[in-house]
Nanobody, 119 residues
Framework: QEQLVESGGGLVQAGGSLRLSCAAS????????MGWYRQAPGKQRELVAV???????KYADSVKGRFTISRDNAKNTVYLQMNSLKPEDTAVYYC?????????????WGQGTQVTVSS
């Protein structure tokens, strides 16, 4: 079964840090990119960060300088280190993986993990 398994969400105070992890199952092969989307209540889902297989990264303007995405290609695992968290970072965070080149970086989705930042 093809799946992405996330971990690391939780409750943290503003200014704190969290690290999200996401492992792709072995049935997902030839991954081109892995990334993270998030969706806050009442808002559209947005791309937070993505890392391409060669190591290039993209970030949403709202998280630049605070979040860092990294990837272990051998383990098909992606990480999102989130520092200086703000209440507006509160959302469900979804791990994604792209095996094609659609540009959405999201052919596969994880189940989501809740991140809550208290003020």
């Amino acid at each position: 079964q093809e799946q992405l398994v996330e971990s690391g969400g939780g409750l943290v105070q503003a200014g704190g840090s969290l690290r999200l992890s996401c492992a792709a199952s072995g049935s997902i092969t030839s991954i081109n990119a892995m990334g993270w989307y998030r969706q806050a209540p009442g808002k559209q889902r947005e791309l937070v960060a993505v890392i391409i297989s060669r190591g290039s990264t993209k970030y949403a303007d709202s998280v630049k300088g605070r979040f860092t995405i990294s990837r272990d290609n051998a383990k098909n695992t992606v990480y999102l280190q989130m520092n200086s968290l703000k209440p507006e970072d509160t959302a469900v965070y979804y791990c994604t993986a792209e095996t094609g080149h659609s540009g959405s970086y999201a052919d596969y989705w994880g189940q989501g993990t809740q991140v809550t930042v208290s003020s």
